[in-house]
């Protein structure tokens, strides 16, 4: 993919991002946080997942530390990401690091769907800078916003991100045992929903990886294409 459509396809992904970083910020006053604090989780923790999944325990009537529980389990993926993508990061420590801050969904997707490592780099630091600027704004409009909303959740701001997440999820539903997994830690978390503590059914639907694990490895040692 050539450099311009690279960067289009980044911007339209940061516009994307964006919005529903709006209702991040309109989420995260409304549970709690200040302005300030959301637009300071945005741009330090920068990851939706996590950060809808610690503000959605605080607006649940969870504290900080049972907000923390979920919202690292998300964040551990992104470690797997990185893994992933480091053959394509080469360089210093330095940058290295300031490249992890931009390890998410967005930027894995972006850089593995290129053909060749140079058009992988270039693709994942223009997602990266895109989403990471877009996601920003949105927050800190959504947290000024969000003041004036007596139920933001009235206006279904509270789906659009579980909305976006599952459409970045669903390819990934192809790979053997991945419908498994995702069907049994939904099952987990849906039954344990009425009764257990905010945070735990995200938690315990990681227990879902399990029989995914087994599926997968049971497929390729009957040699069965994926």
């Keep these: 993919m050539d450099q311009d459509r690279i960067v289009g396809r980044a911007v339209g992904i940061g516009l994307g991002v964006?919005?529903?970083g709006v209702s991040f910020g309109v989420l995260a006053v409304a549970a709690g946080m200040s302005a300030a604090q959301a637009c300071v989780m945005s741009m330090l923790?920068?990851?939706g997942a996590s950060q809808f999944a610690f503000i959605g325990v605080l607006a649940a009537g969870g504290g900080a530390l049972a907000a923390m529980g979920p919202a690292v389990m998300l964040a551990l993926r992104n470690?797997?990401?990185g893994l992933s993508l480091a053959p394509i990061l080469p360089g210093r420590l330095r940058d290295r690091a300031l490249a992890a801050h931009l390890v998410i969904d967005e930027t894995t997707a972006m850089a593995r769907a290129q053909d060749d490592p140079a058009a992988s780099r270039r693709a994942f630091l223009a997602t990266g800078v895109?989403?990471?600027?877009f996601w920003n704004a949105g927050?800190?409009?959504?947290?000024?916003?969000?003041?004036g909303l007596s139920d933001p959740r009235a206006f279904g701001l509270d789906a659009m991100f579980p909305a976006a997440f599952l459409?970045?999820?669903a390819p990934q539903l192809r790979r053997p045992g991945a419908?498994?997994?995702a069907v049994?830690?939904?099952?987990?978390a849906l039954v344990l929903l009425p009764y257990a503590p905010s945070g735990v059914p995200v938690i315990a639907a990681l227990a879902g990886v399990v029989p995914g694990v087994l599926l997968a490895r049971g497929v390729r040692s009957r040699g069965v294409p994926a």
Aim: charged fraction near 0%; hydrophobic fraction near 65%; glycine fraction near 16%.
């Design 79 to 81: 470690a797997a990401y």
């Design 18 to 20: 964006g919005v529903y």
């Design 167 to 169: 459409a970045l999820l």
């Design 179 to 181: 419908p498994a997994a």
């Design 45 to 47: 923790v920068f990851t």
């Design 130 to 133: 895109s989403v990471w600027l």
């Design 184 to 188: 049994v830690g939904a099952v987990l």
């Design 139 to 147: 927050t800190l409009l959504g947290a000024l916003l969000g003041g």
